[in-house]
Every structure is written in structure tokens, then in C-alpha cells.
């Protein structure tokens, strides 16, 4: 067996080094058109900002590794130029020495990613605008960061600071790219302002959670300007950038990063006759094979479905791109490997936060029509809170309200977020409910958890609100009930909720005759524990009443800009 494989990133270089442990007699060839294989490009903001300072830490392996461990064919600086689905051949181009030949396959494997973005915008190939996608991106922006700007007509002996180091950035996009250039443009000493077309920060978050990143990045110094498109680049008398939006705002810069999202690489798929899906990407079934039984795709470049939802979808990470280019060695192999899905769990550090999500979104479910669902916000600590250091960990869960099924997960920390992120991820791969991340069994120990961890919090929350326990209501949905907080004065004096009766918690009971029976009551607190208390004395006292979820902490961002 003769297997092709276009890519040695991630999917490719997987399926590679799988199928040769599976087969050792197959004839496997590599074919890259960048200088590297197997590299980490997930660390190529890192490399930017100086935390991963060594070039050749990002190389998982290299050419030499292929060959001398794998026996495997790789090529590098090799480009695929023409495909005949028809002759099952395909045309290489050296792109050192422009030299074509012609390869033929048994199966060929397609794993081209998806391209950066660069609308044709006026002046978007001027100097010092870059995209972020491979090892020399990441060197060519290391290299203008780190040389010397000399002023026109100045020089070493004029007594003025004529090496200027580039001191302002914009980015452009505020996807995970986007932020964690921002980041780590910042650890370099630039002042950022970061541009965005959409209304929020992180499309794939909701918009209250997108909110909080928002904030949490402004208290760090960075400038964020959403709701407002790029329509071009100048350049200045001084030789700095400009980047003008489309509200007619001109942002000084000396580097811009794009990273306004990525598009599947598709034209070999084109050249080879295979079926795209609609939203782009090329189509694959379960196994990863395309219309084509011969040609298999995996990675960015490949339409996936929705684990949750069992929507097409374009989820370019590389997580699932390693595994299906695991599961593509596996059915060349004749084994019965299949693809479950993605459902776009993903993590991204914002300073000293970490945002990270998993599973279906509220916005995602409401565009399909989807209203068999409900949802709570929690603010649980990282760990006991008794032991020091314990973080709030801002918490939105998702979940079926016919049967409790978990359906998505966000979460915004400075502590233990990856912790439970995973233990939600892995709940909703297994096709656990509510009710099952009550029973879970997670490690405790006061410097890491609680002996009611977050998660087995939002299993009890949710499972409170599914069995009648606590009715909830939702700050955007309050309809008109009547408003009681029941948190103490002092409290209400620092942030009042206009037109809310308070009797604070303590006195509850006994001013139960000071509320109309005839209306339901909405309850408040700071977090929506006290007004879960208060929500069962009203409740057992024949009151209709509801908790409002999250309490003060979510109107906040619910709400509030």
C-alpha cells in the first residue's frame, strides 16, 4: 500500500507516524510545502511573547525523525500542485529548485489546515502587518519587534533616543489567536488595542461570559474596540501603521497582527472533484473518507459534526485533527476506528485568567431553534475556601431540561479552571446528566478542590432546578414578578437593584406577611445561594417563587458593559 499525505501538521504528521506503527510494510510519503514538519503551532503567540524562547522547542519532530525512526518519506519545501482523482496521482513541485514530478497512490491522505484570513483590504501588504499561522510567521515577527527603528535623520551620535523599539500593536480579530497575541504582545512591552468586527470578544463564548474576558483584558491595559471592522492600512510620514475601521477611527501602530479567523484550504479537494459541505470544508463520514473511497481528510480543513448538536461544522483544533488523523491510519489498516464528533472544547489563557469552554453554547442552541434546554450560573471557589488563594471561578453550565443531559460548559478563573473545563468535557463525552456531576467523585484536598467540587455544585444546582427544588429565573427574563432581595442593607447601600423589596434572610420568616401571595416572587442575592434559601421558605410556606440565577454577580454581566 502506497499512502500520500499532503501535510505534515498535526493530522497529517499523526496519521503518518500511526500508520507506520500499524503497517510497517506500507509505502508512506509526506509531502509539506513549508520548511517544517510536526510542529506546535498552537505555540507560535508564546514564541512571539518570549516565553517559549527556543525556535526548536516548537518542533515536535523534524524531516530527520520521519525518516530515521519512521522510514518514512517526508519532504519538506514540497508543495502538491495538481491532483488526478482519476489516475490516483498526484504533481509535486520542489519549491526549491521549482523541479515537478508526478507521485502515484494507493490511498491519499488530504490534512491542509485552513489559511489565515487577509481580506483585500487597502494597504493590508504594507510592512510590518502580519498573519500568525507557521514557525517563519512567528520569526518574521520576532525579528520586527526586536530590530531597531531608526527615525529618519536621526542617528547614534545625535544625543536623541534614535533606537525605538516598536511600542504599539493592534490586532486585529479577537478569536484565541487573536487574544493570545494580545497577551503576549504585551508581556513584550507594547501597548495593545485590540479591533474586532463582532459585538464580543471570543465568538464561540456567549456573550455575558465574552463580556467578562472583555473587562478582565481592559483592567490589564489593553484597549478593545468591538462592533468596528477594519477598512484599510496607511502608512505614516514616520513610516509607522495605521489601521482605519470602517467608524472612520485611526489606530497608531508599529506591528498588526490579523487573526480575523481562518479559512479551510479546500483547492486540492477542488482540483480532485471531492464534495464540500456547505459551510466550506470538505465532507468526510464517520471514518474520514471523502467522496472520493480512496482520498481521506482530516483536520481544519474538513467539515465535522457537532457532538452536541449533530450540526456540519468548521471547529478548527488540533486535538481533533490528531485524533482523526489517528482514526484515518486505523481504517487504512482495515480496522473500524470512527470519529465521534467535536464539540469544541478549547481553553485559552488571558493573563492571569483562563477562559475555556466545552460543548454546546446558549446563542449556538438558540439559532437552531433548540428551547429544550435551561441554565444556571454559579460562582464557586477554586478550592476550600478556608485554605488561601481560593479564586472565583465565574461558571455557566448547560443542560436538557426534559431529561438533565449535559450539554455545554463555560468558565472564567484565575484558578482551576482546566481542572474542572476537562471533567465537564469528558461529562459530555460520555453522555452524562445533571444528576451524574451531582455523584461524580473528583479529588479534594484544600489546596485544590472542595469536598463539594464546582462540578458537583453545578450538578446539585441543576438537579435543584429540574426537580422543583428551586425555580429559577434569568435577569433577561424576568417577566413581572415581584422583586425581593434578601440580602442585608449594607450590601443594598454599595449596589441596589431599583424597585426590589428587601427583607434580608434572617428576617425572612418572620416578615413572611409583608409579601402578596397572589404574585410570584423573584429572589436575589449576591450569588443566589441566600436566595435559594429564601426560596424554599417561600415554597414551603405557599409562596410561587423563583431564584434568580447567578444573583448580582450575573445582572452584572448579563446586563452591564
Known amino acids: 500500500m502506497k ?260 479559512r479551510p484550504e479546500t483547492a486540492l479537494a477542488k482540483m480532485a472533484g471531492l464534495e464540500l459541505g456547505q459551510r466550506g470544508g470538505i465532507r468526510v463520514d464517520e471514518h474520514m473518507r471523502t467522496s472520493d473511497a480512496d482520498i481521506y481528510a482530516v483536520g481544519d480543513a474538513v467539515e465535522v459534526k457537532d457532538f452536541v448538536t449533530g450540526q456540519w461544522s468548521l471547529i478548527p483544533l488540533a486535538g481533533p485533527a490528531n485524533r482523526q488523523g489517528r482514526i484515518v491510519a486505523d481504517v487504512l489498516c482495515g480496522r473500524n476506528s470512527c470519529y465521534r464528533g467535536t464539540q469544541g472544547t478549547s481553553i485559552c489563557q488571558v493573563f492571569d485568567a483562563t477562559i475555556a469552554q466545552t460543548g454546546a453554547s446558549e446563542k449556538l442552541l438558540t439559532m437552531l431553534g433548540d428551547t429544550d434546554f435551561e441554565k444556571i450560573y454559579l460562582y464557586p471557589n477554586s478550592h476550600a475556601g478556608y485554605y488561601p488563594g481560593a479564586k472565583l471561578l465565574v461558571t455557566k453550565v448547560i443542560f436538557r431540561k426534559s431529561n438533565g443531559l449535559l450539554m455545554g460548559a463555560q468558565m472564567l478563573g484565575e484558578d482551576g479552571v482546566p481542572k474542572r473545563m476537562d471533567s465537564f468535557a ?48 434569568h435577569w433577561n427574563a424576568l417577566g413581572d414578578g415581584i422583586l425581593l432581595d434578601v440580602r442585608n442593607p449594607q450590601e443594598i447601600a454599595v449596589e441596589a437593584v431599583p424597585g426590589a423589596v428587601n427583607i434580608p434572610l434572617p428576617q425572612l420568616r418572620a416578615r413572611l406577611s409583608e409579601l402578596p401571595a397572589d404574585r410570584e416572587i423573584l429572589v436575589i442575592c449576591r450569588s443566589a445561594q441566600r436566595a435559594y434559601f429564601a426560596t424554599r421558605i417561600l415554597l414551603q410556606n405557599g409562596f410561587k417563587a423563583r431564584n434568580i440565577s447567578g444573583g448580582m454577580m450575573s445582572r452584572s454581566h448579563i446586563l452591564q458593559d
Open 3 to 262: 499512502v500520500i499525505i499532503v501535510g505534515g501538521v498535526a493530522g497529517g504528521a499523526s496519521c503518518a507516524a500511526r500508520l507506520r506503527r500499524l503497517d510497517e510494510k506500507a509505502e508512506i510519503i509526506i509531502v509539506e510545502r513549508g520548511p517544517y514538519v510536526s510542529y506546535a503551532n498552537c505555540g507560535l503567540p508564546y514564541h512571539v511573547g518570549g516565553t517559549i524562547e527556543q525556535e526548536a522547542s516548537l518542533l515536535v519532530a523534524t524531516e530527520q525523525t520521519f525518516r530515521v525512526v519512521f522510514n518514512i518519506d517526508c519532504r519538506t519545501n514540497c508543495e502538491v500542485v495538481g491532483v488526478s482523482a482519476g489516475n490516483k496521482t498526484v504533481e509535486l513541485r520542489n519549491n526549491l529548485t521549482g523541479e515537478i514530478t508526478t507521485e502515484s497512490y494507493d490511498k491519499l491522505v488530504l490534512s491542509p489546515g485552513a489559511s489565515p484570513i487577509r481580506p483585500p483590504l487597502p494597504g493590508i501588504d504594507l510592512p510590518g502587518i502580519f498573519s500568525v499561522r507557521t514557525v517563519p510567521d512567528a520569526r518574521n515577527i520576532r525579528e520586527w519587534l526586536e530590530r531597531d527603528l531608526v527615525r529618519s535623520g536621526m542617528n547614534e551620535y545625535s544625543g536623541i533616543d534614535t533606537l525605538s523599539k516598536p511600542r504599539k500593536a493592534v490586532v486585529v480579530g479577537g478569536g484565541f489567536i487573536g487574544l493570545e497575541m494580545v497577551e503576549n504582545l504585551m508581556h513584550r512591552g507594547l501597548g495593545v488595542t485590540l479591533v474586532e468586527k463582532l459585538n464580543q470578544v471570543m465568538p464561540p463564548l456567549d456573550p455575558e461570559m465574552a463580556r467578562l474576558v472583555k473587562r478582565y483584558m481592559q483592567k490589564r491595559g489593553v484597549k478593545v474596540e468591538l462592533s468596528d471592522g477594519v477598512a484599510g492600512f496607511r502608512q505614516t510620514a514616520d513610516g509607522t501603521l495605521e489601521v482605519l475601521t470602517e467608524s472612520g477611527k485611526a489606530h497608531p501602530a508599529h506591528i498588526v497582527i490579523l487573526a480575523i479567523g481562518v
Open 426 to 473: 469528558m461529562a459530555i463525552q460520555m453522555g452524562c446528566t445533571i444528576y451524574d456531576l451531582e455523584e461524580s467523585e473528583l479529588t479534594y484536598a484544600p489546596p485544590y478542590g472542595s469536598a463539594k467540587d464546582p462540578v458537583n455544585f453545578a450538578g446539585m444546582v441543576a438537579a435543584d432546578v429540574l426537580r422543583g427544588d428551586m425555580p429559577i429565573a
